[in-house]
């Protein structure tokens, strides 16, 4: 392909498949499945305990009979820069959401964000510098940052490795950005976006009230159960808060482990799976016994 995409369409398309930011399709969704949702600010409060400050200022108390699961993400990680507040930089956000192509993006940070954000970018339009401390990509084998900076070069995105941004300004409020590079030199450009890492979301969520650490990661074990907290394990934390592997599609097997290791952990016996029997009548069962696993009663039929 030669030349640029066409931004207005590719801006249009990008919106249409996230449905304009409008999440009716997915409350839609736990409707069905038979889940609430309640739209608010969630925090723990002590063991089992949530407590979400719902928009108009009132709570919501939630007691969970057998798990919490948290899965608020990650934020951008951001570096102790002069002038970095003043510039007001793009993050995952702006790069995702923007409705206006900029003439010039600064990338800083070579890893999967500021990568893939170079190419989606450039694309429409955008005269894009990436500039990085080591290698594109260094999760991953030398060889790949090597063939990504080969194919960027030949697209038109210029990229620096090696290179330590150490200052930023911005003319007036909405004027050019200028990046004062370690060495002297310096860059302009009319966004910034700040691709270098990820940082745990879990400064809000109330983890001191449970003995761990607000802004902590969310170390887990194979279930994806906390491991630092005590007794019986009814806290999970699933996709990027627990650091793991900081990816949708790992995010998503997580919830199936860690769902099926809930459903298999929940102490009240009234579990019982599907089950039939060659009888006349022939009677089949699912999902919950009515009665407790106290009374031994037999699962009702069908
Ligand atoms: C630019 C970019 C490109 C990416 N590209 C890829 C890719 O190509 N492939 C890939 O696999 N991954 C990619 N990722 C990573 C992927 O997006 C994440 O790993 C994934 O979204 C993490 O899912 P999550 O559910 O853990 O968190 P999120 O998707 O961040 O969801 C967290 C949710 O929790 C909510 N929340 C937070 N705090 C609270 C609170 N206190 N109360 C109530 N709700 C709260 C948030 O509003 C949000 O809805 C990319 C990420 C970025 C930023």
Redesign the pocket.
Known sequence: MTGNADATAVLARRDAWVTGWDDRGQARFLKDIGADLI?????LDGPRRVS?ELPGGSAVALTARHAVVV????R?NYPELPGLADVRPW??RE??DSPKVPGRLAIIGGG??GV??AT?WQGPGSSVTLLARSEGLPKMEPFVGEMIARSYAEAGIDVRIGVTVEGLRRQDRTGPVTLSLAGGAELEADEVLL?IG?RP?TG??GLQTVGLEPGSWLEVDDTCAVRAVAGDRWLYA????NGR???????KYQARVAGAVIAARAPDGRWTPPRGARTPPPPTAVRYRRSSSATRRPARWA
């Open positions: 739209r608010g600010h969630a925090r979400v899965c608020t993400g990650s951008p993050t995952n790069a995702t999967g964000v893939e954000m989606a691709a990820r979301l809000d969520i699933l996709g990027d808060v592997a900081l990816l949708t599609h790992q995010g």
